[in-house]
Structure formats: C-alpha cells, structure tokens
C-alpha cells in the first residue's frame, strides 16, 4: 500500500521544465571606429576579432552598457 502511494505521488507531482533566465544585453563601443556592438552571450564575432586584435581586458573596459 505504501508503494502504491509513492507511485502515486510521483504521478501527481508535474515539474516545468527549468527555464533560463534571460542574459542581459551588453553594449560595447570601440573608441578607435566608433563601431557599436550589442550581444547577449560572449560568442559574438565581432567582439571575438576585437578581443583578438586588442586583448579581452581591453575590450572589456569597451563596456557601455547593460540593458
């Protein structure tokens, strides 16, 4: 009886996917061209080729803004 009632319970029991919380868009400004480039994750192109030519910890003092 015991066992039916767990086997019940699980049934009973409906779990939402997790869902992930939305990255917040950051804005950089390259100060050498004035270009602009806003992203949501750290696999942008642009900003890949700006961390390759300039250095990541440069690019990262490029921060705007976080929407």
């Known amino acids: 009886m015991d066992v039916i009632k767990l086997v019940n319970a699980e049934k009973g029991v409906s779990e939402s996917p997790a869902r992930r919380k939305k990255r917040k868009i950051k804005v950089y400004r ?8 806003e992203i949501r ?27």
């Open 30 to 37: 390259n100060p050498y061209d004035r270009e602009i480039v």
């Open 41 to 67: 994750g750290g696999n942008h192109k642009t900003l890949r080729a700006w961390k390759d030519l300039h250095g990541a910890e440069v690019v990262d003092s490029w921060l705007v803004e976080e929407k």
